[in-house]
């Protein structure tokens, strides 16, 4: 008997889904209704053909409306060779140029207090 009634149950919301399917459809035909009265309007009021709309929609031009987004651009600057701005006082050869992370060095000079002793003199960039 207990299967029975779970069965009549199934069967009784199926029945309930299968009526739910036809209102969903019947108010989507509805708005497609709507939605198409809207551009047959639209197209008359800019002198459209049907012609038109179908090669438009063949030539996929619908579709290039929509812009992609615009990637960052880089700045003026990037990419560019820069001279050295500072050098490390307890080697020569370690230079920054004042751009990007600084080197623990710097943050050591930073931390000190004393980073504008290990500026490079503007003669000595030039040479």
Request: aromatic residues 2%; positive net charge.
């Given at each position: 008997?207990a299967?029975?009634?779970?069965?009549?149950?199934?069967?009784?919301?199926?029945?309930?889904?299968?009526?739910?399917?036809k209102?969903?459809?019947?108010?989507?035909?509805?708005?497609?209704?709507?939605?198409?009265?809207?551009?047959?309007?639209?197209?008359?009021?800019?002198?459209?053909?049907?012609?038109?709309?179908?090669?438009?929609l063949?030539?996929?031009?619908?579709?290039?409306?929509?812009?992609?987004?615009?990637?960052?651009?880089?700045?003026?600057?990037?990419?560019?060779?820069?001279?050295?701005?500072?050098?490390?006082?307890?080697?020569?050869?370690?230079?920054?140029?004042?751009?990007?992370?600084?080197?623990?060095?710097?943050?050591?000079?930073?931390?000190?207090?004393?980073?504008?002793?290990?500026?490079?003199?503007?003669?000595?960039?030039?040479?």
């Open positions: 008997m299967r029975t009634s779970v069965e009549n149950q199934l069967a009784s919301i199926r029945k309930q889904r299968e009526l739910l399917d209102k969903e459809q019947a108010l989507k035909s509805k708005s497609h209704e709507k939605v198409l009265a809207q551009i047959v309007n639209m197209a008359k009021e800019a002198g459209l053909t049907a012609a038109d709309i179908t090669k438009a063949s030539s996929g031009k619908a579709a290039k409306a929509v812009k992609a987004p615009k990637t960052a651009k880089k700045g003026a600057l990037a990419g560019k060779k820069v001279a050295p701005k500072y050098c490390n006082p307890a080697n020569p050869e370690q230079t920054w140029t004042g751009r990007g992370v600084s080197p623990t060095w710097v943050q050591a000079l930073k931390a000190a207090g004393t980073l504008d002793s290990a500026l490079i003199a503007p003669a000595a960039v030039a040479a």
